[in-house]
């Protein structure tokens, strides 16, 4: 019999929640957890089982895909768990049957053992029967399809008489059969359409008679998710996939009502079954996802007043029990995951949850082992340039998070891994000690916040907090903090700043260069000398001569916000040298000295004292006929000898090597090779690439005049540690550009000298 619908009953079916985060439970009737000594037995199936089908007596479960597929029977009476052979099975909603294939022939067994096995042969129906599809199993008939001709129809197959008959389901002239559903026992539910008009029909068919016994009207374009009966209506979710996603609620035997869904996320997975007057329907696998959606929670519905409420934050699974309830397997926050069953409350009349069986693991997000960031003061030298941190937690769908913020410039670096990878629940956080940049970070206190965020949104997430300071050994050419070589940049109107070598190396295309502001008033002087620790404190020091020849002292303070201190007077009468040079300790004492040569190419060495009041002592004259080289760069120490070494350049572009003896003096030179000439600077910055080695920068500078600008080429040469080959071939490590509208070549070249205007 096909029955038209004509009364709209209107229930108000918005989703509880907005989405991002699982309702509360409190409001739903449910039984408080168990205590200590009536603890919940455990579920004795694998974790990540789904519930096919159960009955008053035990449950069918499966694991696995494919040709890892396993079956298991457990009865509810004592938990014990029975694997299946391998194959197929099916279960029927709300019995202790399963059912199994072997060819034509399917098995029907009694899992209680109450009544004998119903064999059922298709073979038995003729020709026509390997062309039927099992699709689903209500009582004891097989709801198969057979699609013959380009039409798809269903039959109801079963055996009466001992007889193996089959009832196909009657169809309209001209409508073919498509998608099925399990509605409960006695019914199942089909689509139909009418490819001709563009009409389709959901219609629920009587499987004691065969008959279409209901039907309501669909849009052509609707999808049908999944379909629940109750005594008095008839629920459907329809366009799971799409915007208008929406739970349709109808009186049987009238219109219906479609109300929207308004959560985020698709609808797809999501199930429906009647509670009596009650629906019950949740979006199953919430707990695995990796995303949040609103329709996670197992939520029950009033179909006569739209009341609803949560039961639990999320099911992998649900059916009918048998016994009038459902089943479910799923998870609470308050009692975790497990076996739950899901029946009218006596006293209430409402729908409650009740852990039957526990799988022993908590819902929420929890942590199995942490390593944290640090407390008090952090060597980021002796920890091998890394601050490790992480967490294993409980499980792999969380995204996990670290942010450390120095506290004095409020630089920022987040830490994080919120792509969660199927089985890998271990997340490390480790940090190179870089801020996005690339920029090395600076020394100093820091705040950090460790956060993990259960990536399903169900459940809180995770948040540690903490402080510690970060320190490092001075470096003798860092001059911000942050243990990593800088640049020196006079720019065009005087003004000295700092680039980091590290982030020039590090950052990325569309990352740009870090530069710190020294400050203004620079073009006073013609040369700039960065010299190291030569007076007295850990962080490196400046000198700078003006054009009257007066030699100025600037103290390092090494921090971001002013590299250098006050400047100081040394003393004047220093145009006589045409070269300077510091950053090496030439005589053994821990301090960096300083080079000088006059213009009959005497050598000069200035010992530092380590006062910054007086910071060089007296010079002393330790040779001559340097007039040769046309630059000279002190390297620290090269090859592990007694001093700090110094290369120098001649005028044909040879570099020759000075090994610093610790008293002051220089062995006999070596020539490291020719070609030097290429470069406008050869910069001595110590070790660059962290491998404990010195290392010498050479800079390319291409002015453009068209452009206004001038690129500088940074071209790293790597120390070897060998004194006769103490570099490697030249690395491209950075470039930077400086804009100019001078003429003065003071300007754009003035970039990372320091030895020369």
Same mark, same amino acid.
């Given at each position: 019999?096909?029955r038209t619908?004509?009364t709209?009953?209107?229930l108000v079916?918005?989703?509880t929640?907005g989405?991002l985060t699982?309702p509360a439970?409190?409001?739903a009737p449910?039984a408080a957890?168990p205590?200590?000594?009536e603890a919940?037995?455990?579920? /004795?199936?694998p974790? *990540?089982s789904?519930l096919?089908?159960?009955?008053?007596?035990?449950?069918?479960?499966?694991?696995?895909?494919?040709?890892a597929t396993v079956?298991r029977?457990?009865r #509810?009476?004592d938990?014990v768990?029975?694997?299946?052979?391998?194959?197929?099975?099916?279960?029927?909603p709300g019995?202790d049957l399963?059912v199994t294939?072997?060819?034509?022939?399917? /098995?029907l067994? @009694?899992?209680s053992g109450?009544t004998?096995?119903v064999?059922?042969?298709?073979?038995e129906?003729g020709?026509?029967a390997p062309?039927?599809?099992?699709?689903?199993?209500v009582?004891t008939?097989?709801?198969m399809s057979s699609?013959v001709?380009?039409?798809v129809?269903?039959?109801?197959v079963?055996?009466?008489?001992?007889e193996?008959v089959?009832?196909a389901?009657?169809?309209?002239?001209g409508?073919e059969?498509?998608r099925?559903?399990v509605?409960?026992?006695g019914t199942?539910a089909?689509?139909?359409?009418s490819?001709?008009t563009a009409?389709q029909r959901?219609?629920v068919?009587d499987?004691?008679?065969g008959e279409?016994?209901?039907s309501?009207?669909?849009?052509?374009?609707a999808?049908?998710?999944s379909v629940?009966l109750t $005594?008095? #209506?008839?629920i459907?979710?329809?366009?799971?996939y799409?915007?208008?996603?929406?739970?349709?609620v109808?009186?049987r *035997?009238?219109? !219906? %009502?479609?109300?929207?869904l308004?959560t985020?996320?698709?609808?797809?997975g999501?199930v429906?079954?009647?509670?009596g007057d009650?629906?019950a329907?949740?979006?199953?696998?919430? +707990?695995?996802?990796d995303?949040?959606?609103?329709?996670y929670?197992?939520?029950?519905?009033?179909?006569k &007043? +739209?009341?609803?409420f949560?039961l639990?934050?999320?099911?992998?699974s649900?059916v $009918?029990d048998g016994d009038?309830?459902?089943?479910a397997?799923g998870?609470t926050?308050?009692?975790?995951?497990?076996?739950?069953?899901i029946?009218l409350?006596?006293a209430t009349g409402?729908p409650a949850?009740t852990?039957v069986?526990?799988?022993?693991?908590?819902?929420?997000l929890t942590?199995?082992?942490?390593?944290?960031?640090?407390?008090g003061?952090f060597?980021?030298d002796r920890a091998g340039?890394?601050?490790?941190a992480?967490?294993?937690l409980s499980r792999?769908?969380a995204?996990v998070s670290l942010?450390?913020? #120095?506290?004095?410039?409020?630089r920022?670096?987040k830490?994080?891994?919120?792509t969660?990878t199927?089985?890998?629940t271990?997340?490390p956080l &480790?940090?190179?000690?870089?801020y996005k @940049?690339?920029l $090395?970070?600076?020394?100093?206190a820091?705040t950090?916040?460790?956060?993990a965020?259960?990536?399903?949104?169900i459940?809180?997430a995770?948040?540690?907090?903490?402080t510690?300071?970060l320190?490092?050994?001075?470096?003798?050419?860092?001059?911000?903090?942050?243990g990593s070589?800088?640049?020196?940049?006079?720019?065009?109107g005087?003004?000295?700043s700092t680039?980091?070598?590290q !982030?020039?190396?590090?950052?990325?295309?569309?990352?740009?260069e870090?530069?710190? /502001?020294?400050g203004?008033g620079?073009q006073?002087?013609d040369?700039i000398v960065?010299?190291?620790?030569?007076?007295?404190?850990r962080?490196?020091?400046l000198?700078?001569?003006d054009?009257s020849g007066?030699?100025?002292?600037?103290?390092?303070?090494g921090?971001?916000? %002013?590299?250098f201190?006050p400047r100081t007077?040394? *003393?004047?009468?220093w145009q006589?040298?045409?070269?300077l040079?510091? *950053?090496?300790?030439l005589t053994g @004492?821990?301090?960096a000295d300083l080079?000088?040569?006059?213009?009959?190419?005497?050598l000069w060495?200035?010992?530092?004292?380590?006062?910054i009041?007086a910071?060089?002592a007296?010079r002393?004259?330790?040779? /001559?006929g340097?007039?040769?080289?046309?630059q000279?760069t002190?390297?620290g120490?090269?090859?592990g000898?007694?001093?700090g070494?110094?290369?120098a350049?001649?005028?044909?572009?040879?570099?020759w090597?000075?090994?610093?003896?610790g008293?002051?003096?220089?062995t %006999?030179?070596?020539?490291?090779g020719?070609g030097?000439?290429?470069?406008q600077?050869?910069l001595?910055?110590?070790?660059?690439d962290g491998d +404990?080695l010195?290392d010498l920068?050479?800079?390319?500078?291409?002015p @453009?005049p068209?452009a206004g600008a001038s690129?500088?080429?940074l071209?790293? #040469?790597?120390?070897?540690g060998?004194?006769?080959?103490?570099?490697?071939?030249r690395?491209h490590t950075g470039?930077l550009?400086?804009? &100019?509208t001078s003429?003065d070549?003071a300007?754009?070249t003035?970039l990372l000298?320091?030895?020369a205007?």
């Amino acid at each position: 019999m096909n029955r038209t619908l004509a009364t709209t009953v209107a229930l108000v079916l918005a989703v509880t929640a907005g989405g991002l985060t699982a309702p509360a439970l409190a409001a739903a009737p449910q039984a408080a957890a168990p205590s200590a000594a009536e603890a919940v037995p455990p579920l /004795t199936v694998p974790a *990540g089982s789904e519930l096919l089908s159960a009955g008053s007596t035990g449950m069918l479960t499966r694991t696995g895909t494919g040709t890892a597929t396993v079956h298991r029977w457990t009865r #509810h009476a004592d938990g014990v768990t029975t694997t299946l052979p391998a194959g197929p099975h099916w279960g029927s909603p709300g019995t202790d049957l399963v059912v199994t294939q072997a060819g034509t022939v399917y /098995t029907l067994t @009694d899992m209680s053992g109450t009544t004998d096995p119903v064999v059922i042969d298709t073979a038995e129906l003729g020709p026509q029967a390997p062309r039927y599809t099992l699709r689903q199993v209500v009582g004891t008939t097989l709801v198969m399809s057979s699609h013959v001709d380009g039409v798809v129809r269903h039959h109801l197959v079963f055996l009466e008489d001992d007889e193996v008959v089959s009832r196909a389901v009657p169809l309209q002239e001209g409508w073919e059969a498509g998608r099925d559903y399990v509605t409960g026992p006695g019914t199942f539910a089909v689509i139909l359409r009418s490819p001709g008009t563009a009409s389709q029909r959901l219609g629920v068919v009587d499987v004691a008679t065969g008959e279409v016994a209901e039907s309501y009207a669909l849009k052509y374009s609707a999808y049908v998710e999944s379909v629940s009966l109750t $005594p008095a #209506h008839a629920i459907w979710l329809e366009n799971a996939y799409a915007v208008d996603k929406r739970l349709v609620v109808a009186s049987r *035997g009238a219109d !219906q %009502a479609p109300v929207p869904l308004d959560t985020l996320g698709t609808a797809d997975g999501t199930v429906l079954h009647s509670l009596g007057d009650w629906v019950a329907y949740a979006k199953t696998g919430g +707990g695995a996802a990796d995303s949040p959606n609103g329709l996670y929670p197992l939520t029950v519905r009033s179909a006569k &007043t +739209g009341g609803s409420f949560p039961l639990l934050d999320h099911a992998t699974s649900l059916v $009918p029990d048998g016994d009038g309830g459902l089943l479910a397997v799923g998870g609470t926050l308050v009692q975790g995951e497990g076996l739950y069953r899901i029946a009218l409350d006596a006293a209430t009349g409402k729908p409650a949850a009740t852990l039957v069986r526990t799988l022993g693991t908590p819902t929420a997000l929890t942590v199995v082992k942490e390593t944290l960031p640090p407390t008090g003061t952090f060597d980021f030298d002796r920890a091998g340039g890394r601050m490790p941190a992480g967490w294993t937690l409980s499980r792999y769908n969380a995204k996990v998070s670290l942010t450390l913020t #120095h506290t004095a410039s409020g630089r920022t670096v987040k830490i994080a891994d919120t792509t969660p990878t199927e089985g890998v629940t271990d997340f490390p956080l &480790t940090w190179n000690g870089l801020y996005k @940049d690339g920029l $090395p970070a600076y020394n100093g206190a820091y705040t950090w916040t460790m956060r993990a965020e259960p990536a399903n949104g169900i459940g809180p997430a995770i948040e540690r907090t903490g402080t510690f300071t970060l320190t490092r050994a001075p470096r003798p050419r860092d001059f911000d903090g942050n243990g990593s070589p800088d640049l020196l940049s006079r720019l065009e109107g005087g003004i000295l700043s700092t680039y980091d070598l590290q !982030q020039l190396r590090n950052r990325t295309p569309d990352q740009a260069e870090y530069r710190v /502001t020294v400050g203004g008033g620079w073009q006073v002087y013609d040369r700039i000398v960065p010299t190291g620790n030569t007076g007295g404190t850990r962080d490196a020091d400046l000198v700078a001569r003006d054009r009257s020849g007066v030699l100025w002292f600037y103290q390092g303070k090494g921090t971001h916000k %002013a590299s250098f201190a006050p400047r100081t007077r040394i *003393g004047g009468g220093w145009q006589v040298y045409d070269k300077l040079t510091g *950053g090496s300790d030439l005589t053994g @004492d821990g301090r960096a000295d300083l080079l000088a040569t006059d213009r009959s190419g005497a050598l000069w060495l200035y010992r530092s004292t380590g006062d910054i009041r007086a910071p060089f002592a007296a010079r002393k004259k330790i040779g /001559t006929g340097w007039q040769v080289y046309n630059q000279l760069t002190a390297t620290g120490n090269l090859a592990g000898g007694a001093g700090g070494d110094l290369v120098a350049r001649d005028r044909d572009g040879v570099l020759w090597l000075y090994l610093g003896k610790g008293d002051g003096t220089f062995t %006999a030179r070596t020539r490291i090779g020719g070609g030097w000439q290429r470069y406008q600077q050869i910069l001595g910055l110590g070790d660059v690439d962290g491998d +404990g080695l010195g290392d010498l920068v050479g800079e390319n500078v291409a002015p @453009d005049p068209a452009a206004g600008a001038s690129q500088t080429s940074l071209l790293l #040469h790597r120390g070897t540690g060998q004194r006769t080959a103490p570099f490697a071939p030249r690395q491209h490590t950075g470039s930077l550009w400086s804009t &100019t509208t001078s003429t003065d070549p003071a300007s754009p070249t003035a970039l990372l000298k320091g030895t020369a205007p």
